[in-house]
């Protein structure tokens, strides 16, 4: 009898939301676009206060760190790329600057959706807005062979 581990959550959500980002032109707007809509929500975040994206930020590395320790390495390292971007950035320039991020990489995630011809994974099942960025860090992580 032979004996096998069971998936892993963070593949089987990796897989279901691959489902709908089969076709190529797709994932590359998902490549582009999900960091800036991630940019973009905590750029609309620090805005408000900055320990509001700060605390946003723990949060989604505590459920990455549930699903993947290597994906919530990757991840913490992003997130602190991007919130050190915002902290650099002219404080009046913020919240305008994030608000035009997060609306044109949204109509870009909706152009691909349109010429993937599937509907958005999060209409589905909302985690998969937290998904999204695993899957395009798992682009990074099967290119130089990174375990997560």
């Given amino acids: 009898m032979e004996h096998r581990t069971p998936p892993r959550d963070i593949d089987i959500l990796l897989e279901r939301y691959g489902d709908s980002h089969q076709n190529h032109t797709n994932e590359i707007i998902h490549i582009v676009c999900i960091p800036l809509i991630v940019l973009g929500l905590l750029g609309i975040l620090w805005a408000i206060h900055p320990v509001l994206a700060v605390a946003a930020t723990l949060g989604a590395l505590h459920y990455y760190y549930k699903l993947s320790r290597g994906f919530a390495i990757g991840m913490g390292a992003m997130s602190a790329a991007m919130l050190g971007v915002l902290a650099l950035m002219p404080p009046m320039t913020v919240l305008p600057v994030s608000i035009a991020v997060f609306v044109v990489a949204w109509i870009g995630q909706f152009i691909g ?11 589905d099942d909302l985690r998969f807005l937290l998904i999204g960025p695993l899957f395009v860090l798992s682009f990074l992580y099967r290119r130089f062979n990174l375990a997560y």
């Fill in 113 to 123: 959706h349109k010429i993937e011809g599937k509907k958005p994974s999060f209409l």
